[in-house]
């Protein structure tokens, strides 16, 4: 039999556990709409823009947009690793978005030790000691940069399409012609035509590079639009140039960086834990699995998502991505 106390105590119970469902609820929708509340804070060379959502005591992970999409590649992804416990953080690179340079008189460099760098003073301005980093494109690289040159700050790591790693020496080495027609904006960047022509249809160019990467990703206009906008960023165009010709050799880069650099030329192995991922359809320029797999010496698992996923895994397939960054925390 019920006494009026231990209805009391049950009534209480009920009405708590309603709040907190209720709390939870709006929680959720916080997390969503984060993404309208972009934080920025000075970061080295940057005033970096950035989404953080989750419990600021959580696990801290962080998320790295590729070329030419955005943070919006991480609008499902973010909020669903939120609600799990972590403290997610979703920076726009240098060049995107609403970060900025500091300095009028920074070179716009688009080099790929430049962008771990920046992600490393991030984590410096934010007191991040070590996260856990996941990526894709040009965010896989500079996940797998930070990951090879500042393995204490990486708890362990996501990244699409594996090892990233490169040098001047090895871009300046000719493909195959099938693999070199893959790379062709990369040539066409490399030309004065090709930088007024980015500059003039750069939303174009993006959308034909999204349809290109992910052949069976039907996205919405809505969807291109949201991050097309960062890409309006006035140091975009310069930034993305910038990359492809270092790539190339074609320019030499900051001398701040050499150090990084000539450690990268050596292509290092990786040992931290992975997971690595390759969309089942991926039609960027990508490595075989089996050719990377022995550049990770940590712990390691390789995934191939279903047979639609493109280049894009996050955005195409969020499901699957927050599953591969909560095991990867657990390796």
Same mark, same amino acid.
């Given at each position: 039999?019920?006494?009026r106390?231990? #209805? @009391?105590a %049950?009534?209480?119970a009920?009405s708590?556990?309603?709040?907190?469902?209720?709390?939870?609820?709006?929680t959720?929708?916080?997390?969503?709409?984060?993404?309208?509340?972009?934080?920025?804070?000075?970061?080295?060379?940057?005033?970096v823009?950035?989404?953080?959502?989750?419990?600021?005591?959580?696990q801290?992970v962080? $998320?790295?947009?590729?070329?030419? =999409?955005?943070?919006?590649?991480?609008?499902?992804?973010a909020?669903? %690793?939120?609600?799990?416990? =972590?403290?997610?953080?979703v920076?726009?690179?240098?060049?995107?978005?609403?970060?900025?340079?500091?300095?009028?008189?920074?070179?716009?460099?688009?080099?790929? @030790?430049?962008?771990?760098?920046?992600?490393?003073?991030?984590?410096d301005?934010?007191?991040? /000691?070590?996260?856990?980093?996941?990526?894709?494109? &040009?965010?896989?690289?500079?996940?797998?940069?930070?990951?090879?040159? &500042?393995? *204490?700050?990486?708890? #362990?790591?996501v990244?699409?399409?594996? =090892?990233?790693?490169?040098?001047q020496?090895?871009?300046?080495?000719? $493909?195959?012609?099938?693999a070199?027609?893959?790379?062709?904006?990369?040539?066409?960047?490399?030309?004065?035509?090709?930088?007024?022509?980015?500059?003039?249809?750069?939303h174009?160019?993006?959308?034909?590079?999204w349809?290109?990467?992910?052949?069976? &990703?039907?996205? #919405?206009?809505?969807?291109?639009n949201? @991050?097309?906008?960062? $890409?309006?960023?006035?140091?975009?165009v310069?930034?993305?140039?910038?990359?492809?010709?270092?790539?190339?050799?074609? *320019?030499?880069g *900051?001398? /701040?960086y050499?150090? =990084?650099?000539?450690? $990268?030329?050596? %292509?290092?192995?990786?040992?931290?834990?992975?997971?690595?991922?390759?969309g089942?359809?991926?039609?960027?320029?990508?490595?075989?699995?089996?050719?990377?797999?022995s /550049?990770?010496?940590?712990?390691?698992?390789?995934?191939?998502?279903?047979?639609?996923?493109?280049?894009?895994?996050?955005?195409?397939?969020?499901?699957?991505f927050?599953?591969?960054?909560?095991?990867a925390?657990?390796?």
């Amino acid at each position: 039999m019920f006494t009026r106390f231990t #209805s @009391s105590a %049950l009534a209480l119970a009920v009405s708590l556990g309603t709040v907190m469902s209720c709390q939870a609820e709006v929680t959720g929708k916080d997390y969503t709409a984060a993404f309208n509340q972009v934080h920025q804070i000075n970061a080295g060379d940057l005033n970096v823009g950035y989404v953080d959502i989750g419990p600021k005591d959580g696990q801290p992970v962080i $998320l790295l947009h590729g070329w030419p =999409y955005d943070i919006h590649s991480y609008a499902d992804v973010a909020p669903a %690793l939120a609600a799990k416990g =972590y403290r997610v953080i979703v920076p726009s690179l240098r060049g995107y978005g609403t970060t900025r340079f500091l300095s009028d008189k920074t070179p716009r460099n688009g080099q790929p @030790s430049a962008l771990a760098k920046d992600i490393v003073n991030l984590m410096d301005a934010l007191n991040i /000691k070590q996260a856990v980093f996941a990526g894709y494109d &040009w965010g896989a690289r500079t996940a797998d940069i930070v990951a090879a040159l &500042w393995p *204490e700050r990486v708890k #362990s790591l996501v990244s699409v399409s594996g =090892y990233l790693i490169g040098s001047q020496a090895v871009g300046k080495q000719p $493909l195959p012609p099938k693999a070199e027609l893959q790379w062709w904006y990369q040539f066409y960047f490399a030309t004065e035509r090709g930088a007024q022509g980015y500059a003039k249809n750069t939303h174009d160019f993006a959308r034909l590079i999204w349809s290109q990467a992910s052949p069976d &990703w039907k996205f #919405s206009d809505a969807t291109f639009n949201a @991050s097309a906008k960062s $890409l309006d960023n006035p140091d975009h165009v310069a930034v993305t140039l910038s990359n492809y010709r270092w790539r190339l050799g074609l *320019e030499k880069g *900051e001398h /701040k960086y050499d150090s =990084y650099e000539q450690k $990268l030329a050596t %292509l290092p192995t990786i040992s931290v834990p992975t997971i690595t991922i390759e969309g089942g359809n991926n039609g960027a320029p990508h490595p075989a699995p089996e050719a990377y797999a022995s /550049k990770f010496t940590g712990k390691y698992e390789h995934r191939t998502f279903g047979a639609t996923v493109g280049h894009n895994p996050p955005q195409e397939d969020p499901q699957d991505f927050v599953k591969a960054v909560v095991d990867a925390d657990k390796l």
